[in-house]
């Protein structure tokens, strides 16, 4: 494999690990979050721990529409992720 190709391999790998990155994060947010909440019952008896988490205590609904919109939306993205792949490994070939 050519420099350009692994290029590609490298961007995709810094790209999860900023993900992977950003979700310990937010991991970290939430515990903060009811480790506060537990302090604040131990310090006073009218607080009260949550019954449900903060965030995905419901699920958000997509009508038909939003999700037509999504997969159009992840089929464009795979089709130029697919497009830059296969002209970094013909540009590889080519060599």
Do not use: H
């Not at 019952?41 to 037509?68: G, H, R």
């Amino acid at each position: 494999m050519t420099p350009k190709a692994l290029l590609i391999y490298k961007e995709e790998k810094d790209r999860a690990e900023r993900e992977k990155a950003r979700m310990a994060d937010i991991s970290a947010w939430m515990v903060g979050i009811y480790v506060g909440k537990a302090i604040g019952c131990a310090l006073d008896s009218k607080s009260q721990y949550p019954q449900k988490n903060f965030i995905f205590t419901e699920e958000q609904e997509m009508t038909e529409e939003e999700i037509e919109e999504k997969i159009e939306e992840n089929t464009q993205i795979a089709s130029v992720n697919f497009a830059a792949y296969a002209k970094a490994l013909n540009g590889s070939r080519g060599r």
